[in-house]
């Protein structure tokens, strides 16, 4: 079993508690692409993200987000991480 490696990792989380979730893990950066699925497996937003695009540009997925959030109960966070490890 290996430790870290770049790669996908879920989180499931209660709709309320989803825009906060995201923001811990964009604060932990290294964050290529982000998923949101309901609790059946179905995307709702996929958001790709590149080196320094996390500011204003981001404001409309953040309205999407919080609307997604009020819509599910429960939603599955994937991430897809770069390995910048040196």
């Excluded at 879920?10 to 811990?24: D, H």
């Excluded at 692409?33 to 540009?57: N, Q």
């Amino acid at each position: 079993m290996s430790k870290y490696h770049s790669g996908t990792e879920e989180f499931r989380v209660e709709g309320e508690r989803l825009v906060a979730k995201l923001k811990e893990l964009l604060h932990e950066g290294n964050i290529r692409r982000i998923i949101i699925k309901d609790k059946d497996g179905r995307t709702l937003i996929e958001v790709p993200l590149t080196l320094g695009v996390v500011g204003a540009i981001l404001v409309p997925v953040w309205a999407a987000i919080g609307a997604i959030a009020a819509l599910v109960s429960e939603a599955t966070i994937v991430i897809e991480k770069t390995d910048n490890t040196s």
